[in-house]
């Protein structure tokens, strides 16, 4: 009883603080789309996959890595990022379209830290530790830095983390997959920070859904306050439709050269 008890008191404590982190303020924050099967920008590759990279935090973050090192850097070249200028990297899971180009990265800047779901195997672990790159396992929502949480290791079959950017105009939720769920992992992002959603953006993972239950997930969306949204990768050509009309002018085209600015 006792542990449980301390175990509970601990859950608390990070939630709470999580709760209070500051809102992001400054430079405006910037989100790359690096690696996507949807294309934006003419010079960039497109292929099954996600990468982005997110600048004007307190610490500049890669979340994902794609599927293809020579696609993840010809993009890198080709949207003039700097590997060297990443200080933090974040996996959403193991699925080989989000890790493929983690270890071609590791080579070009170990100086990293890697945030990697708890779940992830011991093989994928000692790898990244081996390139030289420090690997903070996660399993509970943490803050990474300022501003920056992660939602913790999420679902049961495939285990997912997604980012949050607590912004000055809400929070923005980046996902790779949403294997877990996206309603899901809306809800825990308000949860470990409790402000308004103002952007959703990634993979929703909504491929092989109904007509039907999609509208359904756009109204939950609705209810839920989610302001701006940016549907991709494996989302779905038929659900991304939906979620334009639904949200039209607050609906963000994404794809490879996707640059989103968010400021005040």
């Known amino acids: 009883m006792k ?29 790359t789309i690096l690696y996507d099967n949807y294309i934006f920008s003419e010079g960039p590759k497109t292929d099954w996959g996600f990468s982005c990279i997110i600048k004007g935090t307190e610490k500049t973050i890669l979340f994902d890595t794609g599927t293809k ?20 990297v974040a996996i959403s899971h193991i699925h080989g379209d989000h890790t493929g180009g983690l270890f071609a ?52 079959q495939i285990k997912e983390q997604s980012l949050i950017l607590n912004t000055s105009k ?24 409790d402000k308004k959603i103002y952007l959703v953006c990634g993979g929703f993972h909504l491929m092989n859904k109904s007509e039907g239950e999609v509208k ?5 969306f609705k209810n839920l306050g989610v302001m701006k949204v940016g549907a991709s990768h494996c989302t ?13 002018e607050n609906f963000v085209q994404m794809g490879v050269g996707k ?5 005040d």
């Open 105 to 156: 990265f590791l080579n070009e800047n170990n100086k990293v830290t890697v945030y990697l779901p708890a779940s992830f195997p011991d093989e994928f672990v000692s790898r990244v530790e081996k390139a030289g790159a420090k690997v903070v396992p996660v399993d509970k929502p943490v803050e990474i830095c300022k501003g920056v949480s992660l939602t913790g290791e999420m679902g049961v």
């Open 216 to 220: 359904e997930i756009i109204r939950e």
């Open 259 to 263: 640059v989103i600015r968010i400021s």
């Open 69 to 88: 090192s020579d696609i993840l850097f010809h993009n890198i070249n080709k949207l003039n990022v700097n590997p060297k200028d990443v200080e933090l």
């Open 3 to 31: 542990n449980i008890l301390i175990l509970l008191a601990s859950l608390i404590l990070i939630f709470s603080t999580i709760h209070k982190a500051p809102a992001l303020e400054g430079d405006p924050i910037t989100m």
């Open 170 to 193: 809400g929070l923005v939720v980046i996902t790779g997959c949403a294997h877990p769920g996206i309603v899901d992992i809306v809800k825990r992002a308000k949860e470990v920070v």
């Open 236 to 248: 779905g050509d038929r659900a991304i439709e939906l979620f334009k009309e639904a949200y039209k």
